[in-house]
């Protein structure tokens, strides 16, 4: 079984922290354990103390904290991260996202939770500034959805179990013609 890393469908939330990558490359995320893991579910959110985090906790690597009293995030499509501090006039850089980018994406190792981690397969990430080095670029307030087209995977499915029907008859045909050949020789 091999995964599918090419971009699925996106869609608007209007989520400042839904980021959906349109392209290739993964965020990247620090575990508790102080690994990192890999993910393309950009469904982020902030804590109390402005730590921009996955649903299941898990802090945005490098990691990026937003000061109090943002009135307005901005992610660019190069991953630049802006904020909006109460009524200053001009917009805070507090950050940069960068993708990871392996040499063999299919070589990562799922542990759950939309999450990868890097093996000798794999090789080692490549971290590369959004839209740059033939990495995609970053949709804020959009999330990627499913890239699995679904009406093309049923109708595999169905040819798959027509052409599986199809064996099995002429199995169970040549072990009749068998068993007649043999009741004939005896």
């Known amino acids: 079984i091999r995964k599918n890393f090419s971009t699925g469908t996106i869609e608007i939330t ?7 990558i349109e392209g290739s490359g993964l965020f990247q995320v620090r ?3 102080g690994s ?3 993910t393309r579910a950009g469904n982020f959110h902030m804590d109390a103390e402005g730590n921009i985090l996955t649903p299941n906790g898990h802090p945005l690597e490098p990691s990026i904290r937003a000061p109090r009293n943002v009135t307005d995030i901005v992610i660019n499509e190069e991953g630049r991260v802006f904020v909006q501090v109460g009524d200053e006039a001009q917009p805070r850089e507090i950050g940069q996202i960068l993708l990871a980018n392996f040499q063999n994406q299919n070589g990562l190792k799922e542990t759950g939770q939309n999450l990868y981690v890097e093996t000798a397969a794999s090789g080692q990430p490549e971290l590369v500034i ?3 080095d033939g990495v995609g670029i970053v949709k804020q307030r959009a999330l990627e959805f499913s890239n699995v087209n679904i009406i093309e995977e049923l109708m595999t499915m169905l ?4 052409a599986f029907e199809l064996i099995t008859k002429t199995i169970n045909m040549s072990d009749s013609m068998l068993k007649t050949a043999s009741d004939i020789g005896k």
């Open 14 to 20: 209007n989520q400042p922290l839904d980021l959906a």
């Open 130 to 132: 959004p839209g740059r």
């Open 159 to 162: 040819l798959t179990q027509r």
């Open 31 to 33: 575990l508790p354990d």
């Open 36 to 38: 990192t893991a890999y």
